[in-house]
């Protein structure tokens, strides 16, 4: 993965932050490590289900949405997710779904989610009596009532290591069965996260709080690939809910998609307010790709350029486009989206969101805000006495 900065001087390495992470790493740094062997056999003994229905919400699907999007491939069952409590997209997803060929897997740290589980309690009601064996539980070890709820049924379940929060899950069972079960290749995934530069992660945090404290309090992040918008929304709320925790700390995520988000935001990002910090993921190399045959005289230029190399292109005129303007800008790029190259970027992401909180001198593994929203919501839901 190889980044370029554009209209930022380069820090020099903070050697004490750097050496307190070698003496004492956060929790998610050795999930690489752990073994994975169950979650492969159980996808290698699950290929007959055809269609799989994830239930969680935030760092609880996020993962599995990143990574069946960017590592299905034509043998992969159907994913489909339940997060919102919107019963139109509820309705859609069920008049897809046969529920005697569908995999449920309820993803929830806690255990207790309301959302996750209220989408649960209707869904297992359409599964009928042989719910048992078409359920698969990630949760904690120890508590939470679908920890309780598995025990008592004898579902299937994986655990959730109790010191690994829902947004820094994905190379827990949380994103890795999902993975397994598209047919990623979970040692290539975890051997990509192993490879991750954890010196590049704090050179690119010391960056972006330098950014953020001259006033770039938006950090924008457009992904040059369709199959890399789950990812861009995993990274969203990476950097929100683990940044934002004061009302003098906290940086704004915007994601966009290109070459899409051109024709909606450039405009923008190029002469609107100079307040983000903009960061671009491009890919080399797609694939299969499509030439353009026979074009029109006025679009002579376009022969046989691939769609590729057109994408391309437009990566390379946005990002001129906006150091002309003296836009901060990083640019990465990936060779292409496999596995080693998405377990290299989360625990890239991971490790510089870490890293910007011990520079901005916030926890950036709690949430308090989200948990005074679930309190509340109990408190409207559940009758008075
Ligand atoms: O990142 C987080 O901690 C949150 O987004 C949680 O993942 C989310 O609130 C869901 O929580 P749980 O996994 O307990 O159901």
Not at 37 to 61: D, H, M, P, Y
Not at 110 to 118: D, F, I, P, V
Not at 312 to 334: C, D, G, H, M
Not at 344 to 357: C, D, I, N, P, R
Request: hydrophobic residues 40%; glycine residues 8%; aromatic residues 10%.
């Amino acid at each position: 993965m190889k980044i370029k900065f554009s209209n930022i001087s380069q820090p020099t390495l903070n050697s004490k932050i750097f050496a307190d992470f070698k003496k004492n790493p956060p929790a998610f740094f050795a999930l690489p490590k752990s073994d994975f062997s169950e979650i492969e056999k159980f996808a290698a003994k699950n290929k007959q289900w055809r269609q799989v229905l994830i239930i969680g919400i935030g760092g609880s699907s996020l993962p599995a949405r990143t990574l069946t999007a960017a590592l299905s491939g034509k043998n992969s069952p159907e994913f489909y997710f339940l997060e919102n409590l919107d019963p139109t997209s509820a309705k859609r997803i069920f008049t897809k779904l046969d529920f005697k060929k569908t995999l449920v897997i309820v993803i929830s740290k806690s255990g207790g989610t309301l959302e996750t589980l209220a989408n649960f309690f209707v869904v297992k009601k359409f599964l009928g009596n042989a719910w048992r064996k078409q359920v698969v539980v990630i949760t904690e070890s120890e508590k939470g009532f679908l920890r309780e709820l598995a025990k008592k049924e004898k579902l299937t379940t994986f655990e959730i290591p109790a010191e690994i929060g829902g947004r820094f899950s994905i190379l827990s069972p949380v994103g890795l069965l999902p993975a397994a079960l598209a047919g990623a290749n979970l040692g290539e995934l975890l051997d990509g996260a192993r490879k991750a530069d954890a010196r590049k992660a704090l050179n690119f945090a010391q960056l972006q709080a330098a950014e953020f404290q001259r006033g770039k309090n938006i950090t924008t992040f457009c992904v040059y690939a369709d199959t890399l918008k789950g990812f861009a929304k995993w990274w969203e709320q990476l950097l929100a809910e683990s940044i934002g925790k004061s009302s003098k700390i906290g940086i704004t995520p915007e994601i966009a998609v290109g070459v899409t988000d051109q024709h909606s935001k450039l405009q923008l990002w190029a002469d609107g307010p100079n307040d983000k910090f903009f960061t671009f993921l491009g890919v080399r190399n797609f694939g299969k790709d499509f030439k353009i045959p026979n074009p029109p005289k006025d679009f002579g230029f376009l022969k046989n350029k691939s769609m590729q190399q057109i994408l391309q292109a437009e990566f390379l005129a946005t990002t001129k486009s906006l150091v002309e303007r003296r836009r901060p800008l990083a640019i990465l790029e990936i060779e292409k989206i496999d596995e080693e190259s998405l377990g290299k970027l989360a625990q890239f992401w991971m490790l510089e969101v870490y890293f910007l909180g011990k520079l901005l001198k916030v926890n950036p593994f709690s949430q308090p805000g989200v948990e005074r929203g679930k309190i509340l919501t109990k408190k409207i839901l559940k009758p008075t006495n």
